[in-house]
């Protein structure tokens, strides 16, 4: 359906549909299937042509790969104050499996520029108070395709519409769930409510279907229509990309860009080449052309193998004037050429996707990307800094969520305003290691108090990192 003519129907504002038309390009370039390119004719003369598959070299879905595997992976540790508070946010993170979707949608966010995570509470039971009890939270995950901000201030999004698309019995359906800040009547006070409706997906702006009709489709059955949180504080959360958005001529629009949206061009040549080193190797092989004499014998048995195809047949004649009886081609392959080609690209991607230069080196036939540790003062090291900047904000406020979430159910002993510590890896920074060492030496020398170095580098509170220590090392926390 045409989700643009459904909000116009709607009289809703959104993010120009112009841009989502970008992130579909960018989608194409991250799966390396873009239409006439990879897919492509080749002219043969005669009015004749071939259909053709370029080779890709996937570039644009491995900078976005190693950009979610740096900004969280198992050495990002999340740390919440108060004990009852952390077991609870943890236990909701693992059933909702954040260890592994958690760096699928940063890869997805470095692909497409946009995701969010919508926390809910399923299986609840509200009593003639209007009080919920039991029931667990979950987190709906969505990318940026399914994201559609309708208003918004400084790039924070206020209010937003989430679409979930899903088939149930063969039939195509999407829910539009809309987070709006409303008044609540009576009181100086705003809320958020969530209007939930269902749209059969089918041509121009689709069908609306009635709650009663929605309840007798089994993915859709005891959706609400109408839900208000009482709070002021928002279910979801937008994650992007700190990059400039460029994209689109509105620069108010708070959806991010790709990783590599500005770096297309380098994406597109280093498909070329390598699409002309694989072909190489196809073009260049060893070719026998043979006299049609020579391919049987004086019996009519053939002289070659049949399926052999290094050997060619020449119109009889064909060699009269040099007399030869086969002629051999030996292509020279241009492997350094390529190589040396490629590897400038690799350079120039790496850059534009913010990981410095020489991340990534062309040999062997195959793209290795450089271990090595980095300096604090390395363009990669600063690019990784500036998108913490917005994890951390987003992750912190994706465990606020949770927690009042949590504390709507009567959930026992939480703590909404516990203080949430995100402590990212630095594993691959130099200056990090060296400290570390220091640390470990004023340790040994009595300088440092064993609880205070486990506070510092394994992201535990002081109270925590005392209980961790072993027995013999236990120091009062004053």
């Known amino acids: 359906m045409d989700i643009f003519a459904y909000f116009k129907e709607k009289g809703i504002d959104t993010v120009d549909r112009t841009f989502y038309r970008q992130i579909e390009v960018w989608r194409s370039w991250y799966n390396s299937n873009v239409r006439k390119f990879h897919k492509y004719k080749v002219y043969r003369g005669n009015g004749t042509s071939v259909n053709c598959t370029r080779y890709a070299l996937g570039m644009a879905k491995k900078v976005c790969e190693d950009m979610a595997d740096l900004l969280l992976n198992e050495r990002v540790t999340i740390t919440i104050a108060d004990e009852t508070t952390d077991a609870f946010v943890k236990e909701v993170l693992a059933d909702n499996t954040w260890e ?20 809910y509470v399923k299986d609840a039971v509200v009593d003639e108070a209007g009080n919920m009890k039991g029931g667990n939270v979950g987190i709906n995950y969505v990318e940026a395709a399914n994201i559609y901000p309708t208003s918004w201030k400084n790039k924070i999004v206020t209010e937003c519409i989430f679409t979930f698309p899903t088939t149930c019995k063969r039939k ?46 089994p993915a859709f059955s005891g959706l609400a229509a109408r839900i208000e949180t009482g709070s002021a504080q928002p279910l979801f959360v937008i994650d992007r990309l700190n990059l400039v958005n460029n994209a689109d001529e509105d620069t108010t629009n708070p959806m991010g860009v790709s990783l590599f949206a500005n770096a297309v061009d380098t994406v597109r040549k280093l498909d070329l080449e390598y699409d002309s080193y694989a072909n190489e190797f196809s073009l260049g092989r060893k070719r026998i052309f043979v006299a049609p004499e020579l391919l049987t014998a004086q019996n009519g048995e053939a002289v070659f193998d049949p399926d052999d195809t290094v050997f060619y047949e020449l ?91 949590g504390v709507s159910i009567g959930i026992p002993g939480l703590q909404e305003n516990a203080t949430v510590t995100i402590a990212f890896d630095d594993s691959i920074i130099e200056d990090k290691t060296t400290e570390r060492q220091s640390d470990r030496q004023d340790v040994s020398m009595g300088v440092m108090p064993l609880w205070e170095y486990r506070a510092k580098w394994y992201g535990e509170t002081p109270e925590e990192a005392q209980r961790n220590l072993p027995e013999q090392a236990n120091v009062i926390v004053e």
Not at 326 to 353: F, G, P, Q, T, Y
Request: aromatic share 10%; glycine share 6%; proline share 2%.
């Open 315 to 405: 119109p009889e004649d064909y060699f009269k004037d040099t007399k030869e009886a086969m002629h051999e081609v030996n292509m020279d392959l241009r492997i350094e050429e390529h190589s040396r080609a490629i590897n400038d690209d690799l350079n120039w991607l790496s850059l534009k996707c913010g990981f410095g230069t020489d991340r990534y080196k062309f040999e062997d036939g195959g793209v290795k990307t450089a271990t090595e540790v980095i300096s604090e003062n390395s363009d990669m090291y600063r690019s990784l800094v500036k998108h913490e900047l917005v994890l951390d904000r987003v992750l912190t406020q994706l465990i606020q969520t949770i927690i009042r979430a």
């Open 100 to 119: 592994e979707l958690g760096n699928e949608y940063q890869e997805w966010k470095s692909a497409l520029g946009t995701v969010a995570y919508v926390v």
């Open 172 to 217: 195509k359906y999407i829910q539009f769930q809309y987070h709006k800040l409303e008044d609540v009547p009576g009181e100086n006070r705003k809320q958020y409510v969530i209007e939930n409706c269902v749209v059969e997906n089918t041509t121009g702006a689709g069908k609306e279907l009635t709650p009663e009709q929605w309840e007798e489709i």
